[in-house]
């Protein structure tokens, strides 16, 4: 399989891009986008190979990928691999899916994301991972295979409802702490509406993001595992109670701040200045579990802090902390330590 270099060409525009292909092209779209707009239906015509897919993690399976391939072997033409190119129009498990097919086909070709979700365009189109789930675990099978572009068009992010902007936040958020840069203080001091607020800091946050990936490409331990800030508990949330995965990583920022702060790394100022930051969304908390959700029982926590891929071992697994606006830390903690600490701060039942 090929190794593509990991820096995609990033494109912002407003309308969708001229794609017409220079060889051949497999577009593969997300079913439900072009009956919610006649503009992307059009668009679509131009392509004469269109495989549109239902999206969600129910997506990336091993029978559902065999079928695009069985298909694939069917349909498109024998050509050389540097002529043929796959063009993905979807939030994350599209971008994942079309993706892993894309750095598998004929040993690797040209990958252009155009993501329609505001989650992918933050975070899941940047960075080159592509995975399937198997075995019942998400995301075991993968690879990494950046798209040679990634193309973000307003008019196709605005297509979403105005509660899929609010549920992104945490991830800008989650880059916008790690980063520290003046663009990240202006957005926490900016009233602008989410889906204005995301479009308007898009490309300063995906680039912040693109520059902790360039030190660690492949995540074999280095920085890239700062961009976990607030995912250990966020996934626990997010598994448990359904919640969104942004909504459920601001929340899992807001934990971290905490403790960050009782252990002495951040200071009371600090701590509340993050605090306020994320409480501009989050609501007046800032910390604690969403609105309607209660305690997890300790046996159901424990059980999925067990699964985390960042565990290092049986009892212990790698902490994002921080010391203040871009000034993130990784730490080795104890399973048990940090559900002593989801228990203090009210996420788990006693």
């Given at each position: 399989m090929r190794r593509p270099s990991s820096a995609s060409?990033?494109?912002?525009?407003?309308?969708?891009?001229?794609?017409?292909?220079?060889?051949?092209?497999?577009?593969?779209?997300?079913?439900?986008?072009?009956?919610?707009?006649?503009?992307?239906?059009?668009?679509?015509?131009?392509?004469?190979?269109?495989?549109?897919v239902r999206a969600g993690e129910k997506l990336k399976t091993l029978p559902t990928f065999h079928r695009l391939v069985e298909w694939a072997a069917a349909t498109l033409p024998a050509t050389d691999r540097?002529?043929?190119?796959?063009?993905?129009?979807?939030?994350?498990?599209?971008?994942?899916?079309?993706?892993?097919?894309?750095?598998?086909?004929?040993?690797?070709?040209?990958?252009?994301l155009v993501p329609s979700t505001w989650l992918a365009a933050i975070d899941s189109a940047h960075g080159g991972k592509t995975a399937l789930n198997a075995g019942g675990a998400k995301n075991a099978i993968g690879t990494f295979h950046p798209a040679s572009e990634v193309r973000l068009v307003r008019r196709l992010l605005d297509l979403q409802e105005a509660e899929r902007a609010r549920e992104a936040w945490g991830e800008l958020a989650k880059i916008a702490i790690l980063d520290g840069g003046a663009w990240a203080r202006a957005m926490a001091r900016d009233p602008a509406p989410d889906g204005e607020l995301l479009w308007k800091y898009l490309e300063p946050a995906v680039r912040?993001?693109?520059?902790?990936?360039?030190?660690?490409?492949?995540?074999?331990?280095?920085?890239?595992?700062?961009?976990?800030?607030?995912?250990?508990?966020?996934?626990?949330?997010?598994?448990?109670?359904?919640?969104?995965?942004?909504?459920?990583?601001?929340?899992?920022?807001?934990?971290?701040?905490?403790?960050?702060?009782?252990r002495g790394l951040l200071t009371?100022?600090?701590?509340?200045?993050l605090r306020e930051f994320l409480a501009t969304r989050l609501g007046p908390t800032g910390s604690g579990l969403p609105p309607g959700?209660?305690?997890?029982?300790?046996?159901?926590?424990?059980?999925?802090?067990?699964?985390?891929?960042?565990?290092?071992?049986?009892?212990?697994?790698?902490?994002?902390?921080?010391?203040?606006?871009?000034?993130?830390?990784?730490?080795?903690?104890?399973?048990?330590?940090?559900?002593?600490?989801m228990v203090r701060q009210g996420w788990v039942l006693p």
């Open positions: 060409r990033l494109v912002f525009e407003d309308r969708l891009p001229d794609l017409r292909p220079r060889g051949e092209a497999l577009v593969i779209c997300d079913a439900k986008l072009p009956s919610l707009s006649a503009g992307l239906a059009r668009w679509l015509v131009r392509f004469p190979r269109v495989y549109p540097s002529r043929l190119r796959v063009v993905a129009i979807g939030g994350g498990s599209v971008g994942d899916f079309a993706g892993f097919f894309a750095s598998v086909w004929l040993r690797g070709v040209d990958l252009v912040a993001k693109l520059r902790v990936v360039a030190r660690d490409p492949e995540e074999r331990g280095g920085p890239r595992r700062l961009l976990n800030l607030g995912h250990t508990t966020g996934h626990v949330l997010e598994a448990w109670s359904g919640v969104a995965h942004g909504v459920a990583v601001a929340h899992g920022v807001a934990f971290a701040v905490a403790w960050s702060e009782r009371r100022r600090a701590a509340g200045d959700v209660r305690p997890i029982p300790r046996l159901a926590a424990a059980r999925l802090l067990s699964r985390d891929k960042k565990a290092i071992s049986a009892s212990r697994v790698r902490e994002v902390f921080l010391e203040g606006w871009g000034k993130p830390r990784i730490e080795a903690v104890r399973f048990a330590d940090l559900l002593a600490e």
